[in-house]
Structure formats: C-alpha cells, structure tokens
C-alpha cells in the first residue's frame, strides 16, 4: 500500500487548495525551424532539465519540513527529545560526555519567534490525517531523528552535526582515547569552490598502532571513496544546474551533465555513512581512494580496536624530557602530571613536548598540563554566544616548576592541543617547532540525547592571550622543520632533532 496510488483518475493528482480542472492552453503552430522556435526550444530544454534537477530537492524538501514537524510532536513521538542531555567543551571530534540536565535546556529559545513551528506543527497534523499508511512509532522516532539532524545541518556549519546512537558512542570512545575503527581523528573540512563549498572528509591524525598507521595514513589526507562509493562531499548536481543555465550550452552536454551527475549520485555515500564505516567495528578489508596534495592514492586497511596512552615518555641524551601526547583524554592530564613529577626527580630540567599527530580533546586536560609548567598563567579566552568571554587558565599544580619548554607541532595538531601549544607559547615563551598546526579554534559541544543519538554544535571561539586568531589558517612554529609525519619516531625524525638542539641551549 505504502507508496501506491491510482492514477488514472484526477484524484491521483489532488492537491489540497489547489484549483484544479483549469482548461488546457491550445497547442501553439510549430516553430522550431524558426531562429526564434530554436532559441525558445534551447530555454524550454534548460528549464525541464533545472526542474529535473529542482524536482529532487523539492522531494526531500517536503520530508525534511514533515521531519521538522514530527520533532515538534517528540514529546509524544519519541520522549527522547526532551529527556536527558549531556553535555562537554571539547573538540568535536575527540569530545568527552559529562552530566547536563533537560531543564535547562528545555526552555532555550521558547521566547523566539514560534510562527516557524506552528507551521511544521500544522503539517505534522495533516501528515498524521492524510498519509496513506498508519505512522508507526518506529517512523515517528525516524521522523524525529531526522528533525534534528536537518535543523543542525541547516547551520551550514560542518562542526554541527547529528549522531546516531552508533556514532555518538563511537565519539564517546574516542574521547577516552579508544577507537574501534579504522583508528583516525577524522573531521569535515570546508574547501570554498568556484560554485559551490566542498566538504572533504580529512584525516586529522591516525591513532599510534591502528590500522590507519599501519597502512600510511597521513594528516590532511582527504577521503574520496570508501569501496569505490564517492564520499558525497558536495552536491553532484552543481555542474548540470549551472549548464542548464547556460544558453551558450549545447543541448548534449546539459544531458551528459545530467546524466553524469545522476550516476555519480547513485554510487554514493552521505558524509555521515562513511563517518559510520570508518569509525566503528566491521568485518573485512576497505578500499579508500584519498587525495593527497590533490593527488590520488589507493589505501586498503582493516579494522580493529586500538586504545594507545595519551602520554608516553623518557629521557634523551642531554637530560632532556621528551614527552608525547595523543588524544587529550579526560585522565591524559593527570597522566603528564605524574610522568613530569617522576622525571624531575631525575634532575630534568629540560622538556621536549611532542604535540604532532595529537588531535585535540579535553580542554580541561590541557589546562592541568599547562599547570605543570605555567600555574596559573592565562592560556587565552574563548567567546561563546551572545558575545559572552570567558578566560582560559592554566590549573595551580603545587607541584610545579619552571622549565624550558620546546613544543613540537603539525598539521595534525588540533583543537585543544592547538589551544595549548599557543599557551604555552604566549605564558611560558615556549618555542614551536615543526609544521603549521591544523586551524581549529572552535568550541564544540556534544550533546547526547536518551536515546543515546547525539549531535554536536559550535558553541565558541578560542582566541590565544597573544598572537593572531589561527582558525582556518593554524598556528604558525617559530622554526619550521619541512618533514613528513611517516618519519615521526624514526631515526630520521629532524623536526626532534631540532627540538632537541633547542632545548639544550644555554638559558639566556
């Protein structure tokens, strides 16, 4: 029954408040071999292919507004929408959940203009009227699902997105350091185009000992296929609207547009399945296609569960500390706090931090780490909504003392590990060493719903006590050591070769 309808009469094409029966226009002499009859016939022809195009998008359009209505009717639909929350600061991508209450989020924005959901309210009514089949339960949560993933979307911001039960827990895991994936920190990145933006699926960094590791994953690769399905990074149609408004266009290559967008279309994925594929448990081996520098790249890797330290340390040659950090974990700071304390009792004095491949997290466990070295400095401010400012400090650890830091970035240096390598830049005058960092200086926050669906949202701006807003552009090293991040850890690592130089210099 679901999806069938007669069509042999006028009812099929009823139209609620439409004026139907109008007489039919009488059928025009031909003019096609006239100059002009070309040119109308060319403009006929654009304007039926723009409206194969449009007809697409108005199809999910109407869904999207009945999915708006049905998150409207949540609270009988599915009570998850309005249960509890949680809610943390931290990068989108390795973020941590912690308690938030319903309540007060449940009255957020009630003072606005409501006339947009009395709307979806009225086409929630006539759908629950009027549709053909009876609206499950199971569609209702469906419908509600969807509600919030398109009012997130709309914000055109690809820090704001929506979670299925399966990805927010995956991004719960990966907050605590374990990945059950191919193991990388992977993030959208927005890359501005002629006619459209981008929106490239990018490796941030591979975790220690996973898979992507193993098989050369780099920061900055861009994730084109996934078995040989075309990571939908932008509309595919762009190409085709944008000749079916050329009149300088011949008729063959609008149709070959059309056609090529069409197929290109269906041997897809959405952004968020491949999200799916790549960050949580499956069986047997991925085909990837990544561009590197533009340039195309066959990778194929498995998946497995990783969970590597947030610090590891040791002591090299000079009596220098060479402490690196992973994922900002929740504990990642208590960790550096204890592998810090047990070297200076061994006399160091000297600290090589290594930030490269370090994706961000916790902003909290980058303050505690800032403590130990800088207590109680000024780390940088962050603005949230409305303009509130709020400023970052390190911790008081009673514990610490004053060293000569060096910090060793690259571009997969991110988010909160972004926020403290400028830190320690700007309080502790720390020198930075290796590649520009990543360019991320959003807050995110992560929002879980009862239902154990999520999404996040960008709710700030962090901005360094001294230095120039990085977002987009990355933190600039004040030595910059050309160097690939395959060589991170071998014996042709220069990037530490030169940390290290540093750091044994004579205090001025």
């Known amino acids: 029954m679901r999806g069938q309808a007669d ?13 139907l029966g109008q007489p039919q226009r009488k059928r025009q002499p031909d003019w096609h071999s006239t100059r002009a009859g070309r040119h109308r016939t060319r403009r006929a022809h654009a304007k039926k292919t723009q409206s194969m195009i449009h007809n697409k998008r108005a199809t999910w359009a109407v869904w999207l507004l009945v999915a708006a209505a049905a ?6 639909a599915d009570n998850s929408l309005r249960a509890s929350l949680s809610r943390v600061h931290t990068s989108a991508q390795a973020s941590q959940f912690s308690s938030y209450t319903a309540a007060a989020d449940g009255n957020v924005g009630l003072s606005a203009d ?9 086409v929630l009514r006539i759908v629950k009227d009027n549709y053909v089949d009876p609206v499950e339960p199971f569609d209702n949560q469906k419908m509600a699902h969807n509600a919030v993933k398109y009012m997130v979307a709309s914000l055109g911001d690809s820090g704001s997105r929506f979670m299925d039960a399966k990805q927010a827990k995956a991004l719960a895991e990966l907050a605590e350091g374990a990945s059950n994936g191919i193991g990388a920190a992977l993030k959208i990145r927005e890359v501005k185009k002629e006619d459209y933006t981008d929106q490239q699926l990018t490796v941030v960094a591979p975790l220690e000992g996973s898979p992507a590791q193993k098989a050369g994953l780099l920061p900055g690769d861009v994730i084109d296929t996934v078995d040989g399905k075309w990571v939908k990074s932008h509309d595919p149609y762009v190409q085709a609207i944008k ?20 197929a290109l279309n269906k041997n897809s994925m959405t952004l968020e399945a491949a999200f ?13 296609k990544v561009l590197r520098r533009g340039k195309p790249l066959t990778v194929k890797l498995g998946r497995a569960r990783v969970s590597p330290p947030a610090v590891t340390s040791r002591v090299l040659e000079g009596n220098v500390a060479h402490i690196r950090m992973g994922i900002l974990t929740p504990k990642a700071g208590e960790d550096f706090q204890k592998a810090l304390g047990q070297m200076r009792g061994d006399g160091v004095s000297r600290l090589v931090l290594d930030l490269r491949n370090s994706p961000g997290g916790s902003i909290k466990a980058a303050q505690q780490i800032a403590g ?19 400023n970052l400090w390190a911790t008081r650890d009673p514990k610490a003392a004053r060293m000569t830091v060096v910090v060793l970035v690259n571009e997969g240096t991110e988010g909160a590990s972004e926020v403290l390598a400028a830190g320690l830049r700007d309080a502790a005058g720390a020198k930075l060493i290796g590649n520009t960092t990543w360019g991320n200086a959003m807050e995110s926050t992560a929002f879980r719903l009862a239902d154990g669906s999520g999404y996040t949202l960008t709710t700030g701006k962090y901005l ?3 230095g120039a807003d990085y977002q987009g552009k990355g ?11 395959a060589k991170i850890g071998t014996a042709d690592d220069g990037q530490l070769s030169r940390a290290l130089s540093v750091a044994r210099r004579p205090a001025a």
């Open 7 to 19: 069509s042999s009469g006028p009812a099929a094409a009823r139209f609620i408040g439409d004026d």
């Open 71 to 76: 998150a409207l009717a949540g609270r009988a």
């Open 114 to 122: 409501l006339r947009p959901f009395e709307l979806v309210t009225k």
């Open 243 to 262: 000749l079916a408004k050329d009149f300088k266009a011949s008729i063959a290559d609008r149709k070959k547009a059309y056609k090529d967008a069409e």
């Open 276 to 288: 799916d594929t790549l960050s949580t448990a499956g069986e047997g081996e991925l085909a990837l």
């Open 372 to 390: 130990s070295l800088v207590p109680g400095a000024k780390l940088g401010a962050v603005v949230r909504s409305k303009g509130a400012r709020e």
């Open 464 to 466: 360094p006590a001294k």
């Open 475 to 485: 933190i600039k090293p004040d030595a910059i050591v050309p160097m690939t991040p």
